[in-house]
């Protein structure tokens, strides 16, 4: 009989980096570029893959504002198959966004999306993702999306 889960779950280390087009939903900035740097725990649960991570990342905006986005982060992604792998992820984090005119904002970040990663090796991944991510600044939540593509080594 073959079991639906294992009972011990095998794990791998991965160290992902991100490469993002940034741009604000209502906010006075203008489009950006940044990325993240993602370590986590691969747990391979048969058709399932859970990957608890932390991170930090480092956005700028462009614009008159001159925004830039700072965060450290943790949370996990979830994906479906192995060698073809959609999935979703979320992370909350500490955040600090600065800009011209000795602006300075730290709060709490979130941030959700969703992602399709490809294997081409056992040890390597490469992929796309789509996210939208808020700032909780004390005026009003600072928001924007982020497209970008990504690579993970698994180690």
Do not use: C
């Amino acid at each position: 009989m073959v079991a639906l889960f294992p009972s011990r779950a095998a794990a791998a280390t991965k160290l992902a980096l991100d490469l993002d087009y940034v741009n604000g939903i209502d906010e006075p900035v203008d489009a950006g570029t940044g990325g993240a740097l993602r370590l986590g725990q691969e747990l391979d649960l048969i058709l399932l893959s859970l990957t608890p991570e932390i991170g930090a990342s480092y956005h700028m905006f462009g614009g008159s504002t001159d925004r830039s986005h700072t965060s450290g982060f943790i949370g996990a992604r979830l994906s479906l198959g192995k060698v073809l792998e959609p999935g979703v992820f979320a992370h909350v984090g500490i955040g600090h966004l600065s800009g011209a005119a000795d602006y300075s904002e730290t709060a709490a970040a979130l941030d959700a999306g969703v992602s399709l990663d490809l294997t081409l090796l056992p040890i390597i991944d490469i992929g796309l993702h789509a996210a939208y991510d808020t700032l909780l600044i004390s005026e009003e939540p600072f928001d924007w999306y982020r497209l970008g593509a990504h690579v993970a080594i698994e180690f």
